[in-house]
């Protein structure tokens, strides 16, 4: 008689967006963090758009890409996964500007192509900002911005387990519940000065930098989560100027 070995599931891959596009998406959708928080904010900070040609960098499945588009703006998204575009091309139709691609590689732009960049909760996905944030700086025209979300550096410092020094970048392991199953993150952690000098080294000047209340209309949405978010702190926002 044939003997059967069952072979256990290799371990799923952190950060695998392609695995769980439509969970994603759809938490992203309505939530309180992303929906009536992260996203309010970036678009109070990018302010009139009209007319600007703008890159999303991350743009996932197109939320933040849908609303700038719906102000007037031109919207380029960019993003790693396939699965996301995919979700992104069904909201933004045919028609739009999508492509794949990393931000840790080049960008596929020419120099000095949008007038704004908005980088929507993704420079923590990546240990290295120096390459990125070049590139960034290459396909912006001369006085255009990068508007950028981040998770707090101070929320990061404290949910790592031992507790790490606060002054060095370090990776700490996550996990999400999206469509009643448990999917693995990983993210980089860095100080504040850390953000900053990376900025600066790009050549890119700090415009402003924002701790944010969430939307009002989360008060009414969201009456058991919305002040423990006032009363915590929650993403860091920067508004660069190059």
């Known amino acids: 008689m ?12 952190a950060n695998d967006y392609d695995a769980f596009a439509e969970a994603y998406a759809a938490e992203n ?3 309180l963090m992303n929906a009536r928080y992260e996203r309010p904010a970036m678009l109070t900070l990018v302010g009139d758009v009209a007319g600007r040609r703008i890159l999303d ?12 588009r719906d102000r007037g703006a031109d ?3 960019i993003d790693a996964s396939a699965a996301m575009l995919a979700l992104a091309r069904r909201r933004l139709g045919g028609d ?12 596929p732009f020419t120099d000095g192509a949008f007038d704004d960049i908005v980088a929507s909760l993704v420079l923590h996905y ?13 396909v912006l025209r001369s006085g255009g911005r990068l508007i950028a979300s981040v998770h707090h550096p101070f929320v990061d410092y404290m949910l790592q387990e031992p507790r790490p020094e606060y002054s060095a970048t370090t990776s700490y392991d996550d996990e999400f519940t999206l469509g009643g199953r448990t999917v693995p993150m990983r ?18 000047s700090i415009a402003a930098i924002g701790e ?20 915590r702190i929650g993403f860091l926002f920067f508004v660069l100027e190059a």
């Open 2 to 13: 044939e003997r059967r070995t069952d072979t256990p599931e290799p371990p799923a891959r």
């Open 29 to 31: 959708d309505s939530n």
């Open 57 to 68: 960098a991350g743009c996932g499945a197109g939320p933040l890409a849908a609303a700038l």
């Open 75 to 77: 919207v380029t998204g």
């Open 96 to 107: 739009a500007d999508l492509r794949q691609a990393d931000l840790t590689d080049p960008l």
């Open 126 to 138: 990546l240990r290295d900002w120096g390459p990125t944030l070049a590139e960034m700086r290459r």
């Open 187 to 204: 993210f980089w952690r860095r100080p504040l000065h850390a953000m900053t000098d990376a900025f600066t080294a790009a050549g890119f």
């Open 212 to 231: 944010p209340p969430p939307d009002p209309a989360a008060r009414e949405l969201f009456p058991d989560d919305a002040h423990g978010l006032v009363a």
